[in-house]
């Protein structure tokens, strides 16, 4: 956010590795992690307000008769995709706060309250080394997070909301702006980090008042405990971090109350390596492996499941190349799969169905990105930045199969993505 770049004097570089977007340098970590409130620059006694859009054009190899969406053609779709307003910075020397509103321009829906991490940190000494505290109150299980490897952050920075994307998906994946959240963190002698919480369903009149309701989306029944452990280091420009991240969750399905609960567990492991000697050649290489464990109670009961316990596994691995900051090549791998449900996945539904009633998915991306703002040199430095980026999205295998997955002669090609985005932030 430009407004960030204002408060510390530091140009968007010093902080995210291809100077705009969600990846982050050890800078970028250590802002986050004090509460946005690190200061320096001449706007640090204003208001932080920022504001971004972003525009796309989206082809699919094949289209989707009746349309990408309301309003929209069966393919060759450009669009306003989102614009935001932030107040992204500090409220005082030790509470700061990101927060998001957003219009969606492919859904038209009202102004949503979209991702929101306020926070207090402070500072003290344990066992002679630095201790970093702090509290998050946030709206999204991991959006907290200090990496990029978590649901909320996880990279692509950008993707088609008009091209079709596989169902299955893990809890933790699917609670974003739904639920609020407090959590409790520690970071020591930037070494070990520490994070412990909960997280509730936000009550439907408040969901509603922020637009964000869903009646389909599950509720969690009382609070649903969160965990993230993480070790990190850095030697002669090699930085590397793991670490485990998770949550267990009674819930309602479908909100439906008075036949029990399903029980979710999520556990995660993830793993970031980042080459930081030469900041004009950066490479990174993430992975991330979710484990979900369900016993469906109340969906059996309900109608909703056929069988009581399954299991959901998702796998994603990046690896990206930046030059000068400015120009970036990023290679994705993500793979889904699980139990096979001929309730909770069959569907006839063409495009988005699946005759098998498996979760499997599997998808190669490719990313290049230009972002030419954003450096100490930059003309606009602290007024605005840009992302341009073109990316390419192959599907080996959508919605549990690779022909004629849905019944009705679409095949996982058909749903690869040509995406052409821009991102404007001021």
Known sequence: MPSFSRQTG???????VQSFGPGL???????????????????????????????????????????????????NNAAMDQASIFYAGRITSKVGAFVQTTFDGVAKTNLILDNTDIRFADQASLAGQQFVYGISANNS???????????????????????????????????????GGVTAYTMWNTLVSIEGGGYTSLPRNV???????????????????????????????????????????????????????DQFTDIGFDATYQYLANFAHIFELNATYIRENRNMNASMALGFAEKQNSSLDTVRIRTAYTFQQTYGLNLFYGQTSGTADNIIYFSTDPISGSRTGKPNNQAFTAELSYTPFGKTVSTLKSLANLRLAVQYVHYFQFNGGIRNYDGSGRNAVGNDTLFLSGWLAF
């Open 10 to 16: 530091e140009p968007c570089a010093a902080c995210h």
């Open 141 to 179: 299980p991991t959006v907290s997070d200090l990496w990029n490897t978590t649901p909320a952050w996880s990279l692509p920075a950008t993707s088609s909301a008009l091209a079709p994307t596989p169902t299955a998906g893990t809890l933790i994946e699917s609670l974003a702006r739904q639920v």
């Open 207 to 261: 969901q509603q008042t922020v637009n964000t309701f869903d009646p389909g989306q599950n509720r969690i029944d009382g609070g649903a405990p969160y965990w993230r452990v993480a070790l990190q280091h850095t030697y002669n420009g090699h930085y590397g971090a793991i670490g485990s991240f998770g949550m267990q969750a009674n819930v309602n399905p479908q909100r439906m109350q008075g036949a029990g609960t």
């Open 25 to 75: 340098t050890p800078m970028g970590r250590q802002f986050k992690l004090t509460g946005y409130t690190m200061a320096g620059g001449n706007d640090a006694k204003f208001i932080p307000l920022s504001a971004m859009v972003q525009g796309s054009f989206t082809h699919t190899q094949r289209g989707q008769p009746g349309g990408a969406a309301d309003h929209f053609g069966s393919n």
